[in-house]
């Protein structure tokens, strides 16, 4: 079992950061990947950016050039700088960590991120 906190969402508006951390405990794999997805209202969950153990980086087009992902794999947080914040960027942000040896994923509770204009 894997326990997620996620913190750092908030109001801000457009044009600046928020930056959100996600500390995962229990039974931490050597083999994960962690990252953070988003679900707007009345829209399906979208991933926002992955990161696995290794470092390797996946971004949706929409935040590349705008949001970065880290981990410190020694803490087992990950990290989601967003900069450059847009209205659309409104939603909750879920942190997730997922299990390819089992192709499992467990989820946050979710955090608010509100840009407005």
């Known amino acids: 079992q894997v326990h997620l906190v996620e913190s750092g969402g908030g109001l801000v508006q457009a044009g600046g950061s928020l930056r959100l951390s996600c500390a995962a405990s229990g039974s931490i794999a050597s083999i994960n990947r962690m990252g953070w997805y988003r679900q707007a209202p009345g829209k399906q969950r979208e991933l926002v950016a992955t990161?696995?153990?290794?470092?390797?980086?996946r971004y949706a087009d929409s935040v590349k050039g705008r949001f970065t992902i880290s981990r410190d794999n020694v803490k087992n947080t990950v990290y989601l700088q967003m900069n450059s914040l847009k209205p659309d960027d409104t939603a909750v942000y879920y942190c997730n960590y997922f299990l390819p040896t089992m192709a499992y994923d467990y989820w946050g509770q979710g955090t608010q991120v509100t840009v407005s204009s």
């Open positions: 990161m696995t153990r290794g470092g390797i980086t």
